[in-house]
């Protein structure tokens, strides 16, 4: 079967930093969208600490409030890691809505967790003995870093692939053991990103300039910068793992998979520079595009059309 140019990425240093000065301009817009809700949630968060009501539950409220245009964020990045054409705003409203249920769905495991892991935390401080608090810390950290690389994988396979929630979730827990060399990047990634950031806070030491600095870089590229990252690094497991395998089932039956209803529509949205890069090979076999099999006899036709309609 014919390796499109996604297949034949290594994932490496330069193919992200690539993917990300390419798309520099048109990320930085799909960010400034994301910040719109996310000042709107901070507005909201000032007027209750006013009035005296910041308790962490509140807080973490960020989750589920902000969970819909996580799914925009993590539909576009998913695009540039594929190194398919980005459109800012239509691709950040299209990731909304086709994944808003999804996320939404699991905004609410994040926050349980969140909320129980903070309690955890706080009951170690009540003073148990030295024994049970270390075994039962240790367990914690562990809990903590499986559920973040559970979490990697789940949110990228929901913006890449057609399947069940309950599918999905299986899926990302076996994700976790065979991508952990993702997960490890992507955790050394905000370790670094994040000693960045603190060093520069440590030489200004002045509050009015880390408000302005925190501002600014979280306006034009932190959000969109930490998605990317763990898209980028959770990809490569997940074509190997869940992709690829689907792809060789699906031409071993010959078989039309489900959810097929907008198929046209993601065909014209490809472009035709990818189309031409999709269509070769065996008419009958199945291809991936835009987390949906495609048998390729389709993509000709379509590219056909786009051909007679420029004539």
Not at 103 to 131: C, R, W
Not at 230 to 248: A, D, G, R, W
Request: hydrophobic share 50%; glycine share 6%; with cysteine.
């Amino acid at each position: 079967m014919e390796k499109n140019k996604v297949k034949n990425k290594k994932y490496t240093l330069s193919d992200f930093l690539g993917g990300y000065f390419e798309n520099i301009g048109r990320m930085t817009i799909v960010n400034m969208l994301f910040c719109i809700p996310l000042a709107f949630y901070i507005g909201i968060m000032f007027l209750l600490n006013c009035f005296g009501i910041n308790n962490i539950f509140v807080l973490l409220l960020a989750i589920p409030f902000l969970s819909p245009f996580f799914a925009g964020l993590f539909y576009v990045s998913r695009k540039i890691t594929m190194d398919e054409e980005l459109r800012p705003v239509k691709d950040f409203i299209k990731g909304i809505k086709e994944n808003i249920l999804y996320f939404l769905i699991n905004s609410v495991i994040v926050y349980i967790v969140t909320a129980g892991l903070f309690i955890t935390f706080s009951f170690y401080m009540t003073g148990l003995s030295d024994s049970i608090m270390t075994v039962s810390f240790v367990m914690t950290v562990f809990f903590t870093l499986f559920f973040l690389f559970f979490e990697n994988s789940l949110l990228t396979m929901i913006v890449t692939v057609d399947l069940k929630f309950g599918d999905i979730i299986k899926n990302s827990v076996l994700l976790v053991l065979k991508g952990l060399g993702g997960h490890i990047k992507t955790f050394i990634s905000f370790a670094f990103l994040s000693m960045i950031i603190y060093s520069l806070f440590m030489f200004a030491q002045n509050i009015y300039f880390i408000s302005a600095f925190m501002s600014v870089i979280t306006l034009l590229f932190l959000p969109i910068m930490c998605s990317y990252i763990i898209v980028f690094n959770s990809y490569k497991t997940l074509e190997k793992h869940i992709i690829e395998p689907f792809i060789e089932e699906q031409n071993k039956q010959n078989k039309i998979p489900e959810n097929t209803d907008s198929v046209e529509e993601e065909l014209y949205a490809a472009g035709i520079e990818k189309l031409e890069a999709l269509s070769k090979g065996d008419e009958n076999e199945f291809v991936f595009l835009n987390g949906k099999m495609i048998k390729r006899k389709a993509i000709v036709n379509m590219l056909d059309k786009y051909k007679s309609e420029e004539e």
